[in-house]
């Protein structure tokens, strides 16, 4: 089935209409106190969770905990989409920070993220969706797969795609363009930051 835009064109042309520019403008007008609490209250949270998780005993209050880290780690990507990605606050080199900060617990690499995201924004709902993966989701077996760690990994990776399933290689959904060597650099640096935590988070296991 070919893909569209033109009813989410004409669907943005509507709500502008009804709401106003200015009311719709409104909506995304930064407050700097708001993004400061919500980046700390969430890493507390986080950070948190994971000292509760290595110290209690396993029982109910365990459980309840480590359902709370799922739970924070799904705010921790949302708060990055909406202030460091598509806002950008406090610049080029806070807002990489702050997109790190909250990315890698989750092991994901702010840069990849960024570039497949806007892609999908500036081509949503056509052939050139970055996250056109989604529509391979068909099925009440794949969208529940789709909710664990797997499951996301392999649709991001294309693997439910009829590309995929007819041996075709396929391009990952936050597949970095290594034309820029920039950006490799970038996502070099953030791999070894990635393995720099995940070698503490290691060594933390084994000494509490």
């Given at each position: 089935m070919s893909l569209t835009n033109k009813n989410l064109a004409a669907a943005r042309r509507t709500i502008a209409k009804e709401v106003g520019?200015?009311?719709?403008?409104?909506?995304h007008e930064s407050n700097i106190f708001l993004d400061v609490l919500a980046v700390f209250s969430i890493l507390f949270f986080f950070f948190s969770m994971m000292t509760a998780l290595a110290l209690l005993p396993f029982?109910?209050?365990?459980?309840?905990?480590?359902?709370?880290?799922?739970?924070?780690?799904q705010w921790m990507a949302l708060v990055s989409h909406d202030i460091f990605v598509h806002r950008g606050v406090g610049g080029k080199h806070l807002s990489w920070l702050g997109s790190m900060l909250l990315t890698v617990p989750r092991f994901s690499l702010p840069s990849g993220y960024r570039e497949a995201h806007l892609a999908h924004h500036r081509h949503i709902a056509t052939d050139r969706d970055t996250e056109k993966y989604k529509q391979d989701l068909n099925t009440r077996w794949r969208r529940f797969l789709f909710s664990t760690f797997i499951g996301a990994k392999m649709a991001q990776a294309g693997k439910f795609s009829e590309e995929a399933q007819s041996g075709k290689d396929v391009k990952h959904y936050r597949a970095v363009d290594t034309r820029n060597p920039e950006l490799r650099q970038q996502v070099q640096?953030?791999?070894?930051?990635?393995?720099?935590?995940?070698?503490?988070?290691?060594v933390g296991a084994v000494v509490f």
């Open positions: 520019k200015d009311a719709l403008a409104s909506f029982g109910w209050l365990w459980a309840l905990c480590f359902i709370g880290q799922g739970f924070s780690l640096r953030e791999q070894t930051i990635q393995k720099a935590f995940l070698l503490a988070l290691l």
